[in-house]
Nanobody
Framework: VQLQASGGGLVQAGGSSRLSCEAYGSGSILNINMMGWYHQAPGKQREVIAGLTRAGSTNYADSVKGRFAISRDNAKNTVFLQMNSLKPEDTGVYYC??????????????WGQGTQVTVSS
């Protein structure tokens, strides 16, 4: 599986943007147990901000709760991150990640290449 992230760019504070992460390769995103979006602010560590399980459960970091939403389109093998009410501190590189488990053990861990989001104040 390869992940191709897209979207982002320059956005004004208070604006919105949507990121996409398309999965290529064998199978579909339905075979992926968990997909997530990570944010790496300049000079800081990468951190998870949104997750989506195969069953459809979602979870969010407190910093984005109520502003961001993760969703998927199974037919397009794509996961999205809708970002609203953007703040300058949301600036950074956004990565998507896919995890595959078998019998409770992590067997595959895929990362997209990252896409830059810059929020101007």
């Amino acid at each position: 599986v390869q992940l191709q992230a897209s979207g982002g760019g320059l956005v004004q504070a208070g604006g919105s943007s949507r990121l996409s992460c398309e999965a290529y390769g064998s199978g579909s995103i339905l075979n992926i147990n968990m997909m997530g979006w990570y944010h790496q602010a300049p000079g800081k560590q990468r951190e998870v901000i949104a997750g989506l399980t195969r069953a459809g459960s979602t979870n969010y970091a407190d910093s984005v709760k109520g502003r961001f939403a993760i969703s998927r389109d199974n037919a397009k093998n794509t996961v999205f991150l809708q970002m609203n009410s953007l703040k300058p501190e949301d600036t950074g590189v956004y990565y998507c990640r896919a995890l595959v488990y078998n019998d409770g053990a992590l067997t595959r861990d895929y990362w997209g290449q990252g896409t830059q989001v810059t929020v101007s104040s």
